[in-house]
């Protein structure tokens, strides 16, 4: 732990608080998230009065530590941050309290869904999904629509959360979009809703070089299962590109676990082998073992990091979280 840090917590002396936060890196920030989860509450309590503080970096790195430990006993100040004038500051509040899961945010967060800032529209739809509440099919529809890729983005994540099949029709048009992020969120919600009807829009874009978006693609066409999807994963078995084919090989097996009595056609024709990449055959002089029990899925993609800056617009550096950007972040 950093020693500055230690020494707050031997000392029960937080004064210096303030300077960590703005001047902290990513260790910093874990360990203060440790403190908040291991000291019964007194750090917590700390950083709930830097949520008052004057410096942006140093109230929104306070947020994201009180979301990021579950917080609750922060809901109340958390919500507070919800009215303020700064937009920072609402998508500060917004995303902690998604990351907090407590029921009370429900109607405050959604009432910002018609928030000026599209960034604050953002943030305010993934905490919706995040804590798990339904946000009304035709917002979802309008947000959809929006002009800002990471508006469309955080809805199309939302309509995954949703579990309602019938919003399908109006993910599969976001599959064609440019930005690959929205692409990768549409893909994996329409494989979470197991739209039959998504099958064919997806089996198109396995031809990505994108390494997230066409994990996104394959764990979608496990989920989803069916003929189709697996004559296409079939066809990936032969890929000339090692990565295309362990993937394939990955989401038959994942397959047999979301399907235990499917169709005869939707099992690889026999256990496929991993071929490794070239380069582990290169260091061992074997083939590398078979992979196991990796979910298609696999890991979101990591958004790009961000500078502190007192700007508007700007806000705290990239933390360790793959779900969603700090709060403050730039719109891309």
Known sequence: MNPELRRMQDDHDYRELPKVLREGDRYDIEDLVYLCRETGGEAVAHLMEMLGHGDFIVLSE?????????????????????????????????????RIRDLRAVEPLSGLLFDSDKRVVEAAVRALGEIGAPVPPEMLIRLLKDESVRVRE???????DSGDPGMAVHLIPLLQEEDPYVQEAAARSLGRLKAQEAVEPLVQLLSVRDDYLREAVIGSLARIGGNRAVEALNALLKDGDWKM???????????????????????????PEFIASPESKAESGTPAKKKRGLP????????????????KGAGP???????????????E
Request: charged residues 30%; positive net charge.
């Open 62 to 98: 306070a947020a994201y530590i009180l979301g990021e430990a579950g917080a609750t006993v922060a809901v109340d100040a958390l919500l507070e941050l919800l009215d303020h004038a700064d937009d920072r500051v609402r998508k500060a509040g917004a995303a902690a309290l998604g």
């Open 154 to 160: 955080g809805a199309a994540r939302s309509v995954g």
């Open 296 to 311: 298609p899925a696999g890991k979101r993609r990591k958004p790009k990091p961000l500078k502190r800056s007192s700007e």
């Open 317 to 331: 550096v990239k933390r360790s979280r793959p779900k969603e950007p700090p709060p403050g972040g730039k719109e």
């Open 245 to 271: 084919r362990e993937q394939a090989s990955n989401a038959f097996r994942w397959m047999e676990d979301l399907h235990p009595e499917p169709e005869a056609a939707i099992h690889a024709p026999s256990e």
